[in-house]
């Protein structure tokens, strides 16, 4: 069975950077897609970034795009997300999750979830 386990997650100020990790386990990592979802207090979860299970293609949410970067370690079964010039609104719940055949972009898409890791930014 596929474990998710994230970390990284904090307080930081206002233009402030975090970098979320995201170990893999119980399966071969490189076998999956990989996303970063966030989930704010009263709202959907939606998805923000993903990458191939290869690297080689990924893809942002326009509300992050320049400002967060998605990668993977496949030799360390790790996912990454660099966020930098965190705003406010990039406060919430973050979640990694497993897609065992493409690189999707909704909830629905995925097959395995991390228990999450909250981040929170204060202006």
């Known amino acids: 069975q596929v474990q998710l386990v994230e970390s990284g997650g904090g307080l930081v100020q206002a233009g402030g950077s975090l970098t979320l990790s995201c170990a893999l386990s119980g399966r071969t990592f490189s076998s999956y897609a990989m996303g970063w979802f966030r989930q704010a207090p009263g709202k959907e979860r939606k998805c923000v970034a993903a990458i191939a299970w290869s690297g080689a293609n990924s893809y942002y949410a326009d509300s992050v795009k320049g400002r967060f970067t998605i990668s993977r370690d496949n030799a360390k079964s790790t996912l990454y997300l660099q966020m930098n010039s965190l705003k406010p609104e990039d406060t919430g719940v973050y979640y990694c999750?497993?897609?065992?055949?493409?690189?999707?972009?909704?909830?629905?898409?995925?097959?395995?979830w991390g228990q999450g890791t909250q981040v929170t930014v204060s202006s």
């Open positions: 999750a497993a897609d065992r055949y493409s690189m999707g972009t909704t909830v629905p898409d995925y097959d395995y």
